[in-house]
């Protein structure tokens, strides 16, 4: 599969929203596996980089939302 900019972007903003709503929750058990089943219709390659790309941006830290990603998803929702 190519690189699909809409999905990769798609992918992002789903990933920031969830660990958004997971904060205001203040649950902490999002793990690897969990974001695999979370988000089964994209492939673990998918999730793994958009995971490595987000904590890059500094939107995420380890798995959770840092204000940065906060200010990030606001800007979509």
Same mark, same amino acid.
């Given at each position: 599969m190519g690189f699909?900019?809409?999905r990769f972007l798609a992918l992002n903003i789903e990933i920031l929203k969830f660990m958004l709503?997971? /904060?205001?929750q203040k649950r902490k058990?999002?793990?690897w596996d969990f974001l695999y089943r979370e988000f089964s219709e994209y492939s673990k390659e998918e999730i793994d980089f958009s995971?490595?790309?987000?904590?890059d941006k500094g939107y995420l830290i380890d798995f959770e939302i840092t /204000?940065?990603?906060v200010d990030e998803v606001l800007?979509?929702?």
């Amino acid at each position: 599969m190519g690189f699909n900019k809409d999905r990769f972007l798609a992918l992002n903003i789903e990933i920031l929203k969830f660990m958004l709503n997971e /904060a205001f929750q203040k649950r902490k058990h999002v793990k690897w596996d969990f974001l695999y089943r979370e988000f089964s219709e994209y492939s673990k390659e998918e999730i793994d980089f958009s995971i490595r790309y987000l904590k890059d941006k500094g939107y995420l830290i380890d798995f959770e939302i840092t /204000a940065k990603g906060v200010d990030e998803v606001l800007k979509w929702i």
